[in-house]
């Protein structure tokens, strides 16, 4: 394969402190909503823009917890981050707080948050995972999977476009991947509440991930590459 280094990530709420948290979400455009007739589960999401009600801590963080929904919210200057470093393979949508629940921050100037839908693709490979699909349902897709050795996703060969933000919108889209550059760019600029674990394992589940804000910090360096990002935009009903 090659011999890139790739990352799950998303927020680490459950392991820092002082940071508030989206425990609920209030929608400002169109609801998807469905119940499969076959398996009865159900998705219910905003698709576009959204506001959120934020309850605890005493900070806001660079990526912020989501209680209602697993969407992954980072702040305006992370976006920008990805940016500046020519990672554009993702679509934002505005996320408002709507709603502050926590003493300490009411007079604390809110973030603009975005939602994050990342638009580059991989194809996590379940035998080579050790993921056994115990059961699928054959209209939605739902599935229930048997873990049988691994801790972490192994990709189908080739089947990465090369996007530094990616995932596999089939099988597990609320999970989001990433190359180093990602991990880094957090590092250097010490973003916020950021958890990431080596994509192939072993999942740290009883800590807090990779240490990357220790990691990072001093090897700030100027040196900016321009990659053209490859993106596959390929955009479908999100679930
Ligand atoms: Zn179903």
Redesign the pocket.
């Known amino acids: 394969m090659n011999n890139k280094k790739f990352y799950r990530f998303g927020d680490n709420s459950h392991y820092t402190r002082g940071y508030t948290w989206a425990y609920s979400i209030i929608s400002r455009s169109e609801v998807y909503e469905s119940r499969?007739k076959?398996?009865g589960?159900v998705a219910k999401y905003p698709i576009g823009d959204f506001d959120v009600i934020v309850e605890g801590g005493v900070k806001y963080p660079d990526v912020l917890g989501c209680g209602a929904y697993p969407f992954l919210i980072v702040s305006e200057v992370v976006v920008n981050d990805w940016f500046d470093a020519g990672i554009t393979c993702f679509t934002k949508y505005n996320v408002g707080v709507a709603e502050v629940k926590s003493k300490k921050l009411v007079d604390v100037p809110k973030p603009n948050y975005y939602s994050i839908e990342i638009e580059g693709r991989c194809k996590i490979d379940l035998d080579a995972s050790g993921l056994k699909i115990k059961r699928k349902?054959g209209?939605?897709g739902?599935m229930t999977t048997k873990l049988l050795t691994s801790d972490g996703f192994k990709m189908v060969p080739n089947s990465w476009d090369g996007s530094d933000l990616f995932r596999d919108i089939d099988l597990y889209p609320r999970v989001s991947l990433c190359t180093e550059k990602v991990m880094k760019l957090a590092g250097e600029n010490q973003r916020t509440n950021f958890r990431f674990e080596p994509m192939e394992g072993p999942r740290e589940s009883f800590s807090k991930g990779i240490d990357y804000l220790k990691l990072y910090k001093k090897r700030k360096s100027k040196s900016k590459q321009k990659t053209n990002q490859k993106c596959i935009i390929n955009r479908r009903s999100i679930g």
């Open positions: 499969c076959k398996c589960s349902c209209v939605c739902n």
